[in-house]
């Protein structure tokens, strides 16, 4: 089985970085995925990490310790847009499905 | 868009009753799910297809069952929906490994059970 936790909420000032924390136990780990979901919307694909590093993508960079079992999400030059729900998900070896963690709801403030 | 649609979008039912939830994709892939969503919760698995007619649970499987009789549509039915049924239900869908490590979802439907 897993466990996968983050921060329930978090709040930020536009145009401040912030780093999503997200920590896991897992039998057997195939990637890490972080999604972002707006209110009343699908979530939708923000990043993947299965080697340990940060992968950086615009003002999104998202990192991997497989060895600590941790990642985090990190957000630069918040928008107000940035306001969301970011989950944090985890692949087992050998499955195709992910395991989320309950998410963590980002308020970006003026 | 990964082209995946769901239906209803909405829908309002009474206990006891069953319900059928489908989700359409037009990419040909080998892999859908059904998620949960509930506050506090996060995305729990339904049950999973990893093909025609192949399908298997996920860890909230209780009261629900799923069918696969073509590559593009993966029925979610709940025999007699109960008020814990309330949620919204996504479906998702993945490619081949190695070839997409990425999970569309869909656009979610909201499901209330009175």
Known sequence: GQNIDQPTEMTATEGAIVQINCTYQTSGFNGLFWYQQHAGEAPTFLSYNVLDGLEEKGRFSSFLSRSKGYSYLLLKELQMKDSASYLCAVREAGRRALTFGSGTRLQVQP | ?114
């Open chain 2, 1 to 114: 868009d990964a082209g995946i649609t769901q239906s209803p979008r909405h829908k309002v039912t009474e206990t006891g009753t069953p319900v059928t939830l489908r989700c359409h994709q037009t990419e040909n892939h080998r892999y859908m799910y059904w998620y949960r969503q509930d506050p506090g919760h996060g995305l729990r698995l339904i049950h999973y297809s990893y093909g025609v007619k192949d399908t298997d649970k996920g860890e909230v499987s209780d009261g629900y069952s799923v069918s696969r009789s073509k590559t593009e549509d993966f029925l979610l039915t709940l025999e007699s929906a109960t008020s814990s049924q309330t949620s919204v239900y996504f479906c998702a869908i993945t490619g081949e490994a190695g070839k997409s490590n990425e999970q569309f979802f869909g656009p979610g439907t909201r499901l209330t059970v009175l």
